[in-house]
């Protein structure tokens, strides 16, 4: 099976009739391509994820009207919708139940059943685009491969059992020639309950199935051609990072680059998997291969943006010559179940900024008064807003002479609010002003890359 590859495409991929088959066209064209995974289509997700919410009557049927809307559009442009339909019907019918249920009383099993729903009709639907352009394909319920702890909204998968079950299920299919359609973000618990792997999830899937695959490489679809050196949006000079290694393409998610989910890289790393991130809008543009070791591998690689970051001081003279403030400190946020992004000491204080994994969650969010109420009792807490975390991902970061100079020449008319530096060989990261944070990528981008 060492030829196979796996795809996967975003919602944006899925939005509508000519996205769907533009992807299926990618999908025919390459014979190794035996495996895809789909997200829902563009929009469905956060209109499912505002009905598990809990809403009234009136503004649960507008929100299902929207769902259903997004799909009869797809629907109403196949040659013959017959079949699909109905299937989509019932789910249509779930999604109402389940929303129901959802305006008595929310829960995270409830939400998980939920928002999956948009990757079942996405990939039903998919199917016939494809038989309608000659080529049969078999819909596999993901959850019946990806078995998963009961972390509902950001369950871990288990390996071992979700490398049997794909043998069972999936390995027969695939020695038989088959195309498999089947669905990213969701998994399934031991108690046969569904859950999911977070928002972004779905890269994750792509990269989980090619490693109990074999597979020879993954390619994620997107709506951008490739990794780029920052966001074009923000600089229309970026230019598209043609390689790069797992180790850069995992700082660049983690600080915010938006085209690759970090948990994506872990199956990949693990059984050294390229992974290939290309448009599907415009598949001829090329794209950005991570893998293991690509040569060369300069200084600076690319420039990541976080927003929205909330930055914590705790100062206490206690802790001058003292032992154990900062396990107490964390103590407290692991008990609150907050985990520390960036971090710098000096002898009385400690900065530090959260790590906001919840696609919904906001740092201010996460700072209950419960938390800090505790934070106050073993020092004095400031809390700032309005940040951003700027990311120079690179090499040999650490240990390459004139590399502060050039930064820090560059970056001389602003106030950088927090540094963290030496921790990685890979990034370098600043805590500015939000307001300042586009301004600051386009003047080290212009110094750095162009």
């Known amino acids: ?17 000519a996205a769907m088959t533009a992807c299926a066209k990618i999908v025919i064209a390459d014979p190794n391509t035996r495996v895809v995974v789909l997200s829902a289509s563009a929009g469905v997700t956060n209109l499912l994820v505002a009905l598990a919410n809990g809403c009234d009557a009136a503004e649960r049927a507008k929100l299902i009207a929207e769902v259903r809307q997004i799909q009869e559009n797809i629907l109403n442009e196949l040659q013959d919708a017959s079949q699909v339909r109905e299937k989509i019907e019932a789910i249509l019918k779930t ?15 409830l939400t998980d059943e939920l928002i999956c729903q948009g990757e079942m009709m996405s990939t039903l639907i998919f199917v016939q685009v494809l038989k309608e352009l000659n080529k049969n394909a078999t819909w596999v319920d993901v959850r019946t491969v990806v078995a998963t702890n009961s972390n509902f ?85 970026a230019k598209r990072i043609d390689t790069m290694s797992f180790a850069e393409a995992a700082e660049m998610a ?85 985990s520390v992004d960036t971090i710098t000491t000096s002898e009385v204080s400690v900065a530090l900024t959260l790590d906001k994994t919840g696609s919904a969650s906001s740092g201010a969010n996460m700072l209950s008064a419960e938390l800090l109420a505790e934070l106050s009792e073993v020092s004095s807490v400031k809390v700032d807003t309005g940040l951003s975390l700027v990311a120079l991902v690179g090499n040999d970061l650490h240990i390459t002479a004139g590399v502060a100079k050039q930064i820090f020449d560059t970056l001389e008319p602003y106030n950088v609010r927090m540094i963290s530096y030496g921790a990685s060989t890979n990034n370098i990261c600043m805590l500015v002003q939000s307001a300042q944070a586009d301004d600051i990528v386009r003047v080290l981008h212009k110094k750095l890359f162009e």
């Not at 693990?270 to 090329?286: M, T």
Request: hydrophobic share 40%; net charge positive; charged share 20%.
């Open 1 to 17: 099976m060492s030829n196979l590859s796996v795809a996967k495409f975003g919602g944006t991929s899925v939005a509508n009739h």
């Open 95 to 109: 999604i109402e139940a389940l929303a129901e249920a959802a305006s008595l009383a929310t829960s995270t099993a």
């Open 153 to 237: 909204g950001k369950a871990a998968p288990n390996d071992e059992q979700t490398q049997k079950n794909s043998d069972n299920v999936l390995k027969p299919l695939i020695d038989r020639g088959e195309l498999v359609i089947t669905q990213g973000f969701i998994g399934r618990d031991p108690q046969g309950k569904t859950t999911t792997l977070g928002r972004g999830g779905s890269d994750y899937s792509a990269a989980l199935l090619a490693e109990v695959l074999h597979a020879k490489d993954v390619l994620i679809w997107t709506d951008v051609a490739g990794i780029y050196t920052t966001d074009p949006r923000i600089v229309p000079a």
């Open 254 to 338: 983690t600080f915010g680059a938006k085209v690759l989910h970090p948990a994506t890289l872990l199956p990949a790393v693990r059984s050294n998997i390229p992974v290939y991130v290309g448009s599907s809008k415009a598949p001829q543009d090329g794209g950005t291969w991570v893998t293991r070791d690509p040569q060369p591998r300069p200084t600076f690689r690319a420039i990541a943006l976080r927003r929205d970051q909330t930055l914590v001081t705790l100062s206490s003279l206690s802790m001058l010559h003292a032992q154990g403030f900062l396990a107490n400190v964390f103590g407290i946020l692991a008990k609150h179940k907050i």
